[in-house]
């Protein structure tokens, strides 16, 4: 071999440890962050009752330091047992010109799945969560409501609170 072909393969090899070396791993809390990201609406037609509802999804960005987001199938009960839901939701309706918590028969807060099956380490995205549906059947005609939501890891830890934005539900 060639005294050339050594030299360009030291050179391929300096390119790629500097390469490397050149990233560093984002140093995100343990504790997952979360930040509203967008809220929609749609009117769909429930299969079921033949009734109208609003679908309600919200989207957040999130980071966290362990990746340890979201909860198998298999672990929602274990899971709930030890820290409740890991998609909490707490619903606010407007009223007199003021926002009131709504207590719903059918929970808002859910599960998430796992968001990441590689190895332990920083993680951010967005994640959309869907929630129950809205029926208009009980819902006063273009009532405004808004959402505030937190998640939890594995370990327990819990986000900080973000807020949405406001949307009208039952706006036929």
């Keep these: 071999m060639s005294k050339h072909y ?6 391929l090899f300096s390119v790629v440890i500097v390469a490397s070396s050149c990233y ?3 140093d995100f ?3 997952p962050e979360i930040e509203f990201y967008d809220i929609t609406s749609e009117v769909r037609l ?4 033949g009734g109208v509802k609003d679908s309600v999804v919200v989207t957040i960005k999130f980071q966290d330091g362990d990746g340890d987001l979201g909860v198998n199938t298999e672990e929602t009960t274990q899971y709930f047992n030890k820290f409740g839901y890991n998609y909490n939701v707490k619903m606010y309706r407007e009223k007199n010109g003021k926002f009131e918590e ?15 099956t ?13 929630m129950p549906a ?24 819990q986000s900080n609170e973000i807020e949405t934005d406001t949307i009208i539900l039952n706006n036929l």
């Design 29 to 31: 809390s343990l504790t």
């Design 46 to 49: 429930d299969q079921a009752t």
């Design 134 to 157: 809205f029926f208009h059947d009980f819902w006063i005609k273009k009532d405004k409501v808004k959402f505030l939501i937190t998640i939890k890891d594995r370990a327990g830890n």
């Design 6 to 11: 050594f030299k360009r393969l030291f050179i």
């Design 102 to 116: 709504v207590i719903n028969e059918v929970a808002l807060s859910g599960f998430f799945p796992v968001l990441s």
């Design 24 to 26: 560093k791993e984002p």
């Design 118 to 130: 590689d190895k332990p380490g920083p993680l951010e995205g967005k994640l959309s969560y869907r």
